[in-house]
């Protein structure tokens, strides 16, 4: 647990008994079935599960971002005690804005292809009401550790790797100094050193600001040396949750069991991730 986790505190977003469904052409696909769940200040929460569990769904359930044909059945959502589904447009963007951050699945399509880096981040931070001269650009970019930032400022996604944009976009998430992160297999489209750095990278910052992390994974091994607690999906239901060290050693969830079996070659628990190190990409 972080030194802010603190299970006595208020969860940051609490779930309760939330069902989801999808309008498709071949009927009714139920993708979320009474999930609960509370996250904690300062956390760090991995949710795992295969392909189609409900996952995505799931987090997207936080900022109400769920996609038009996804319809919520029952249940709510709150985040810092607010129902989001009863915010109105102006309410949900605001708590959007100054509470939650959103880390993208792929980092280079969510930039804008037409846009300098510089840019990008300026209007990114601009309305949060903080400065935006070169100076304060510069040492966003240092923050996430790329190297060269006053090169960086003035390059377009399409001349960036997937590591530094993934960095940029970690700086324009935490820029707003969310108390929330949401990222969704965030290194999915990462190879594997540039995979670790990044998740480094999050864990990191995410320490340091008391956020909480909700880690959406596919990566078991992963989430065993960078994440406190692990909730499993299985076709739309949480069918367990608690400590990795518990959960990812001695599962009680059939589930679970296979998750882990398939697993290549599973490392050992560390405490601590792998050693800090600036930008290799
Ligand atoms: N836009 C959509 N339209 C119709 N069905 C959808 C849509 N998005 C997800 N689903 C369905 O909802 C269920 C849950 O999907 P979801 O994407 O939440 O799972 P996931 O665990 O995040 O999967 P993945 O790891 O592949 O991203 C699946 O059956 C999926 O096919």
């Given at each position: 647990?972080?030194?802010?986790?603190?299970?006595?505190?208020?969860?940051?977003?609490?779930?309760?008994?939330?069902?989801?469904?999808?309008?498709?052409?071949?009927?009714?696909?139920?993708?979320?079935?009474?999930?609960?769940?509370?996250?904690?200040?300062?956390?760090?929460?991995?949710?795992?599960?295969?392909?189609?569990?409900?996952?995505s769904t799931l987090s997207q359930a936080i900022g109400r971002l769920l996609p038009?044909?996804?319809?919520?059945?029952?249940?709510?959502?709150?985040?810092?005690?607010?129902?989001?589904?009863?915010?109105?447009?102006?309410?949900?963007?605001?708590?959007?804005?100054?509470?939650?951050?959103?880390?993208?699945?792929?980092?280079?399509?969510?930039?804008?292809?037409?846009?300098?880096?510089?840019?990008?981040?300026?209007?990114?931070?601009?309305?949060?009401?903080?400065?935006?001269?070169?100076?304060?650009?510069?040492?966003?970019?240092?923050?996430?550790?790329?190297?060269?930032?006053?090169?960086?400022?003035?390059?377009?996604?399409?001349?960036?790797?997937?590591?530094?944009?993934?960095?940029?976009?970690?700086?324009?998430?935490?820029?707003?100094?969310?108390?929330?992160?949401?990222?969704?297999?965030?290194?999915?489209?990462?190879?594997?050193?540039?995979?670790?750095?990044?998740?480094?990278?999050?864990?990191?910052?995410?320490?340091?600001?008391?956020?909480?992390?909700?880690?959406?994974?596919?990566?078991?091994?992963?989430?065993?040396?960078?994440?406190?607690?692990?909730?499993?999906?299985?076709?739309?239901?949480?069918?367990?949750?608690?400590?990795?060290?518990?959960?990812?050693?001695?599962?009680?969830?059939?589930?679970?069991?296979?998750?882990?079996?398939?697993?290549?070659?599973?490392?050992?628990?560390?405490?601590?991730?792998?050693?800090?190190?600036?930008?290799?990409?």
């Open positions: 647990m972080t030194a802010a986790a603190d299970p006595t505190r208020d969860p940051v977003v609490r779930i309760d008994a939330l069902t989801a469904e999808y309008r498709t052409r071949r009927g009714v696909v139920r993708a979320l079935d009474e999930v609960s769940l509370d996250v904690r200040p300062g956390e760090l929460l991995a949710i795992v599960g295969e392909s189609g569990s409900g996952k038009r044909a996804c319809r919520l059945v029952s249940g709510t959502v709150r985040v810092l005690e607010r129902d989001v589904a009863a915010l109105d447009d102006a309410g949900i963007r605001r708590l959007r804005r100054e509470q939650l951050g959103f880390i993208p699945q792929d980092p280079i399509a969510s930039l804008d292809p037409t846009m300098r880096i510089g840019r990008q981040l300026h209007l990114a931070i601009a309305p949060l009401g903080r400065p935006t001269d070169r100076a304060t650009l510069v040492s966003l970019l240092e923050s996430v550790r790329i190297a060269d930032p006053e090169r960086a400022l003035g390059l377009f996604p399409h001349e960036v790797s997937g590591g530094m944009a993934q960095r940029i976009a970690i700086a324009m998430a935490m820029a707003r100094e969310p108390r929330i992160l949401v990222a969704d297999e965030p290194t999915g489209s990462l190879d594997a050193q540039v995979r670790e750095e990044i998740l480094d990278l999050i864990v990191r910052l995410t320490r340091e600001s008391g956020a909480s992390l909700i880690w959406v994974s596919h990566d078991l091994g992963a989430v065993r040396r960078w994440c406190e607690r692990v909730c499993v999906m299985h076709r739309g239901r949480i069918v367990e949750e608690g400590p990795v060290s518990e959960v990812l050693t001695d599962p009680s969830h059939p589930y679970t069991r296979t998750l882990l079996a398939a697993l290549p070659s599973a490392p050992a628990p560390a405490a601590d991730g792998p050693d800090e190190g600036t930008e290799t990409t």
